[in-house]
C-alpha cells in the first residue's frame, strides 16, 4: 500500500500503540497532544521527587503489550522492567482479608479456611471461564465495523458462552455460595466503572484473566509504557507534537482532511485518527450538523462509567502494606447501589490504595513513598458539587478511611505533598465527557457493532482508538483498538 499521511488526535494509550504500529508499517505519524506530556490517564504527575500513575496501576494480559512491541519490531523488556506481583492484590474486608494468587493450591487454602464448603468452585470457575475466555477473546481483537462482521465465525461461537441477560455476580454464583467470596471474584467490574450486579456476564473473562495469568507492576509506574511507546515511535521516525490541542477535524464532503490546531496552524493528512475521549471528540472536535448518531445531545442519552475521586499523596516513610490493597465498604452492595444507581457519595465508601514505594523504591525519594488512592464516585450526570470545601470533606474523610482500615494509623503525620483529581476535574480539566473515567459503559447495547466502531461510522478517512471504541476500556483492549483501526486504514486507505 502507498505509504500515507496520518494525523493522530491524543498521545493517551491507543493514540501511541496507533503510531508505533502505523510508523512502523512506513506511514508518516504525527501525534497531537494537548498536554506537556505523553500517556493521557496513563501518564505521571511528577511532584516533589515523587511519581504517581494517574490511572492505570494494574497492568492484565501483558502478552498483548508484548504483541504491540513486536508489531513495532521491538522487544518490550527492552524498554520496561516488568514485576509480576505475587500475591496479586489484597482484598480487605470488615471482618477478612483475602489475597488472590494465581497459585491455585494457596488460593485454595485461602478459600477452604475462610469459606469452608467453596473449595470446588475455583477449579470450576477455571475450567468454565477457560472456554469463555478461549471464545471471546478473537471477538475482541476483530473490528465490527459493518452489521456482517456481527454474524462471523467468532462471534456465532462464542454467542453461547456470553451468557446473555445473566450479570456477572449471577454467574459468579455458579462457583461459590458466599456473596463477600463473589465479591472477590467480581468487584473488577469495577475496572470498567460498572456494577457486578449490572454488568454483563461475559465479563467473567476479567477474573479468569487475573488468577490465570496473573498481573505484572512496571518499574517505575505503568506510565513507563506510555513513554516507551514514545521512544519507539521517535525511533521509527514518527512525530509527537506536546502542548498542541487539536481545534477541530476538519471535514470536506464526509471526509477528514486533516485537523486544525488551537493556533489556527491546518495540518493535512490522508487519515485522521482520533484518540481523545469519544464524548469529549463529539462534543468538541467537529464542526456542528457534522456527527448526525452521536451528536452531543444523542451522546447523553448513552450510559458511561463511574468516575473517580483520586488522592496522590507524598508520605515521607515507607507503610509495610501490600503493593495493591481494596478496602470494601462494609456494605459493598449499598456503596455500588450510592455510586452507579443513586449517583451521590457513600459515607461507608470503598478505597483503593496503591502503595507501589515497598516494592519499587524508583518512583520516591529514599525512604519516602508515593501513595495513590482512588474512590469510586458517581459520574458527573447528575452534577454532584465539587468546589474546594466539598473537595477537602471528602478527602478527609478518605484518609480516615484509610487510617482505620489499614496500618496505616499514623497517615496523616507524614504527608509532605498530594494531588487531588474530582470527577469534575476528569471532566473539565482532562476532557473526559461527564468525568466518566471509563468511558462509555460496557453494556451489551454498546459493544461490538453497537460501541462506536473502529472505522468511523460517521466520517470518512477517520478511526477511533482508545477506551471508546471497540473492544473497550482496559489498556489490553485499548491496545488492541489500536491493532483493529492500524489494521483497517491498510485495508480502506489504499
Ligand atoms: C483512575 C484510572 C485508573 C485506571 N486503572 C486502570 C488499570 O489499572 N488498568 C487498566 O488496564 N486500565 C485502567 N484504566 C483505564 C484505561 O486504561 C486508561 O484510562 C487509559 O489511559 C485510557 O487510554 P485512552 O488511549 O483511551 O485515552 P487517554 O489516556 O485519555 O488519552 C487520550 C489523549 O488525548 C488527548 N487529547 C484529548 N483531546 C485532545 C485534543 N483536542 N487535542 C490533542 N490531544 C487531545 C488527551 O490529553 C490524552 O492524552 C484506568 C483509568 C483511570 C482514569
Redesign the pocket.
Same mark, same amino acid.
Request: net charge positive.
Given at each position: 500500500m502507498a505509504k500515507k499521511n496520518i494525523v493522530i488526535?491524543?498521545?493517551?494509550?491507543?493514540?501511541?500503540t496507533a503510531g508505533m504500529i502505523l510508523a512502523a508499517r512506513g506511514h508518516k505519524v504525527s501525534i497531537?497532544?494537548?498536554?506537556s506530556k505523553?500517556?493521557?490517564?496513563?501518564?505521571a504527575i511528577e511532584m516533589n521527587g515523587y511519581k504517581f500513575d494517574?490511572?492505570?496501576? !494494574?497492568?492484565?494480559m501483558t502478552f498483548v503489550l508484548r504483541e504491540m512491541f513486536a508489531e513495532a519490531g521491538r522487544k518490550l523488556e527492552d524498554y520496561c522492567k516488568l514485576i509480576p506481583l505475587e500475591p496479586m492484590y489484597s482484598l480487605s474486608f470488615k471482618n477478612f482479608e483475602l489475597c488472590p494468587t494465581t497459585d491455585k493450591a494457596k488460593m485454595n487454602e485461602q478459600i477452604s479456611k475462610l469459606f469452608p464448603g467453596n473449595e470446588n468452585g475455583l477449579a470450576k470457575f477455571h475450567e468454565k471461564e477457560k472456554l469463555r475466555y478461549d471464545a471471546m477473546y478473537p471477538c475482541l481483537k476483530k473490528d465490527y465495523s459493518t452489521f456482517k462482521e456481527m454474524f462471523s465465525k467468532p462471534l456465532i461461537k462464542a454467542l453461547p458462552k456470553l451468557s446473555l441477560g445473566r450479570s456477572l455476580m449471577d454467574v459468579l454464583g455458579d462457583y461459590f455460595t458466599e456473596e463477600e467470596l463473589r465479591i472477590c471474584f467480581t468487584f473488577q467490574a469495577k475496572?470498567i466503572g460498572m456494577s457486578p450486579w449490572e454488568c454483563p456476564a461475559a465479563f467473567a473473562i476479567m477474573p479468569y484473566i487475573e488468577h490465570s495469568m496473573g498481573i505484572d507492576h512496571v518499574e517505575g509506574g505503568?506510565s513507563k509504557i506510555s513513554e516507551a511507546m514514545a521512544k519507539v515511535i521517535g525511533e521509527l521516525g514518527g512525530e509527537i507534537h506536546l502542548n498542541?490541542?487539536?481545534?477541530k477535524v476538519c471535514v470536506e464532503k464526509g471526509n477528514a482532511t486533516g485537523v486544525e490546531l488551537t493556533d489556527g496552524q491546518i495540518v493535512k493528512a490522508d487519515s485522521v485518527v482520533i484518540?481523545?475521549?469519544f464524548g469529549?471528540?463529539m462534543k468538541?472536535?467537529f464542526d456542528k450538523n457534522v456527527i448526525k448518531k452521536w451528536s452531543p445531545e444523542k451522546l447523553r442519552d448513552k450510559k458511561y462509567s463511574c468516575s473517580?475521586f483520586?488522592i496522590y499523596l507524598g508520605v515521607d516513610k515507607i507503610y509495610d502494606e501490600p503493593h495493591h490493597k481494596i478496602v470494601f465498604a462494609n456494605d459493598y452492595k449499598e456503596n455500588v447501589k450510592d455510586i452507579i444507581n443513586r449517583s451521590r457519595l457513600s459515607d461507608d465508601m470503598s478505597v483503593y490504595v496503591r502503595n507501589a514505594s515497598k516494592l519499587d523504591p524508583t518512583i520516591a525519594p529514599p525512604g519516602h513513598s508515593a501513595l495513590y488512592m482512588?474512590v469510586p464516585t458517581p459520574n458527573m450526570r447528575n452534577e454532584l458539587p465539587w468546589d474546594e470545601a466539598s473537595k477537602k470533606t471528602f478527602r478527609d474523610k478518605v484518609i480516615k478511611r484509610v487510617m482505620e482500615r489499614t496500618s496505616m494509623k499514623d497517615l496523616d503525620k507524614h504527608i509532605t505533598c498530594e494531588k487531588i483529581i474530582t470527577p469534575v476535574e476528569?471532566q473539565n480539566e482532562?476532557?473526559?465527557f461527564l468525568g466518566a473515567? !471509563?468511558?462509555l459503559g460496557h453494556t451489551i447495547t454498546q459493544m461490538l457493532y453497537l460501541r462506536p466502531r473502529n472505522k468511523f461510522e460517521e466520517v470518512g478517512h477517520c478511526y477511533l482508538?482508545?477506551?471508546?471504541t471497540h473492544p473497550g476500556?482496559?489498556?489490553?483492549t485499548?491496545y488492541e483498538s489500536a491493532r483493529i483501526s492500524a489494521d483497517l486504514i491498510e485495508r480502506f486507505e489504499k
Amino acid at each position: 500500500m502507498a505509504k500515507k499521511n496520518i494525523v493522530i488526535i491524543g498521545a493517551g494509550p491507543g493514540g501511541l500503540t496507533a503510531g508505533m504500529i502505523l510508523a512502523a508499517r512506513g506511514h508518516k505519524v504525527s501525534i497531537y497532544e494537548k498536554e506537556s506530556k505523553v500517556g493521557g490517564r496513563n501518564a505521571a504527575i511528577e511532584m516533589n521527587g515523587y511519581k504517581f500513575d494517574i490511572g492505570p496501576t !494494574f497492568l492484565m494480559m501483558t502478552f498483548v503489550l508484548r504483541e504491540m512491541f513486536a508489531e513495532a519490531g521491538r522487544k518490550l523488556e527492552d524498554y520496561c522492567k516488568l514485576i509480576p506481583l505475587e500475591p496479586m492484590y489484597s482484598l480487605s474486608f470488615k471482618n477478612f482479608e483475602l489475597c488472590p494468587t494465581t497459585d491455585k493450591a494457596k488460593m485454595n487454602e485461602q478459600i477452604s479456611k475462610l469459606f469452608p464448603g467453596n473449595e470446588n468452585g475455583l477449579a470450576k470457575f477455571h475450567e468454565k471461564e477457560k472456554l469463555r475466555y478461549d471464545a471471546m477473546y478473537p471477538c475482541l481483537k476483530k473490528d465490527y465495523s459493518t452489521f456482517k462482521e456481527m454474524f462471523s465465525k467468532p462471534l456465532i461461537k462464542a454467542l453461547p458462552k456470553l451468557s446473555l441477560g445473566r450479570s456477572l455476580m449471577d454467574v459468579l454464583g455458579d462457583y461459590f455460595t458466599e456473596e463477600e467470596l463473589r465479591i472477590c471474584f467480581t468487584f473488577q467490574a469495577k475496572y470498567i466503572g460498572m456494577s457486578p450486579w449490572e454488568c454483563p456476564a461475559a465479563f467473567a473473562i476479567m477474573p479468569y484473566i487475573e488468577h490465570s495469568m496473573g498481573i505484572d507492576h512496571v518499574e517505575g509506574g505503568l506510565s513507563k509504557i506510555s513513554e516507551a511507546m514514545a521512544k519507539v515511535i521517535g525511533e521509527l521516525g514518527g512525530e509527537i507534537h506536546l502542548n498542541s490541542p487539536v481545534k477541530k477535524v476538519c471535514v470536506e464532503k464526509g471526509n477528514a482532511t486533516g485537523v486544525e490546531l488551537t493556533d489556527g496552524q491546518i495540518v493535512k493528512a490522508d487519515s485522521v485518527v482520533i484518540n481523545a475521549d469519544f464524548g469529549h471528540a463529539m462534543k468538541t472536535l467537529f464542526d456542528k450538523n457534522v456527527i448526525k448518531k452521536w451528536s452531543p445531545e444523542k451522546l447523553r442519552d448513552k450510559k458511561y462509567s463511574c468516575s473517580t475521586f483520586m488522592i496522590y499523596l507524598g508520605v515521607d516513610k515507607i507503610y509495610d502494606e501490600p503493593h495493591h490493597k481494596i478496602v470494601f465498604a462494609n456494605d459493598y452492595k449499598e456503596n455500588v447501589k450510592d455510586i452507579i444507581n443513586r449517583s451521590r457519595l457513600s459515607d461507608d465508601m470503598s478505597v483503593y490504595v496503591r502503595n507501589a514505594s515497598k516494592l519499587d523504591p524508583t518512583i520516591a525519594p529514599p525512604g519516602h513513598s508515593a501513595l495513590y488512592m482512588l474512590v469510586p464516585t458517581p459520574n458527573m450526570r447528575n452534577e454532584l458539587p465539587w468546589d474546594e470545601a466539598s473537595k477537602k470533606t471528602f478527602r478527609d474523610k478518605v484518609i480516615k478511611r484509610v487510617m482505620e482500615r489499614t496500618s496505616m494509623k499514623d497517615l496523616d503525620k507524614h504527608i509532605t505533598c498530594e494531588k487531588i483529581i474530582t470527577p469534575v476535574e476528569w471532566q473539565n480539566e482532562r476532557s473526559l465527557f461527564l468525568g466518566a473515567t !471509563f468511558n462509555l459503559g460496557h453494556t451489551i447495547t454498546q459493544m461490538l457493532y453497537l460501541r462506536p466502531r473502529n472505522k468511523f461510522e460517521e466520517v470518512g478517512h477517520c478511526y477511533l482508538v482508545g477506551g471508546g471504541t471497540h473492544p473497550g476500556s482496559g489498556l489490553p483492549t485499548i491496545y488492541e483498538s489500536a491493532r483493529i483501526s492500524a489494521d483497517l486504514i491498510e485495508r480502506f486507505e489504499k
